[in-house]
């Protein structure tokens, strides 16, 4: 699988905005998706963890991570224009819901060395999240084992 083009393809798909994702013909698969990440994120998260979102995408579970109370968000994404989307996202919510730092990488998390790409002066990580992403690192065992 080149992942240029599956970069190339988040990059080119549009942000809908919440209107527009509610007229979705897929909308009740949405929510259900949704719902059982938020049901994840609350179970496997506590107040003041530090979260590492690898293919965050737009930033969709920004607000779930809010709710939990983390302390830190770092979102790794392949999809640039994805990642601006989520930076826009981030700073969209309001100063109660955007009380934690969060930092953006762009990359692909199943292909380059993300310890030698973060900053080590971050907090080590408490929970790491790869919501509906998983199946990229199977194209072969070395992306696997990355």
Do not use: T
Request: a positive charge; charged letters at 25%.
């Amino acid at each position: 699988m080149d992942q240029a083009l599956v970069a190339e393809h988040y990059n080119r798909r549009k942000d809908e905005g919440k209107e527009g994702r509610k007229s979705s013909r897929i909308i009740r698969l949405r929510n259900l998706n949704n719902w059982i990440k938020a049901v994840l994120i609350g179970l496997h998260s506590r107040p003041g963890c530090v979260v590492l979102d690898l293919a965050c995408g737009k930033g969709g579970d920004l607000l779930k991570f809010a709710r939990a109370q983390v302390s830190h968000w770092v979102g790794v994404d392949h999809a640039r224009v994805s990642l601006e989307h989520a930076v826009q996202r981030y700073n969209d919510l309001g100063p109660k819901q955007r009380s934690f730092p969060a930092h953006f990488l762009c990359g692909d998390v199943f292909g380059v060395d993300l310890e030698a790409n973060l900053d080590l002066e971050w907090p080590a990580f408490d929970l790491v999240s790869c919501q509906f992403a998983v199946h990229y690192a199977f194209e072969s065992e070395q992306r696997v084992r990355q």
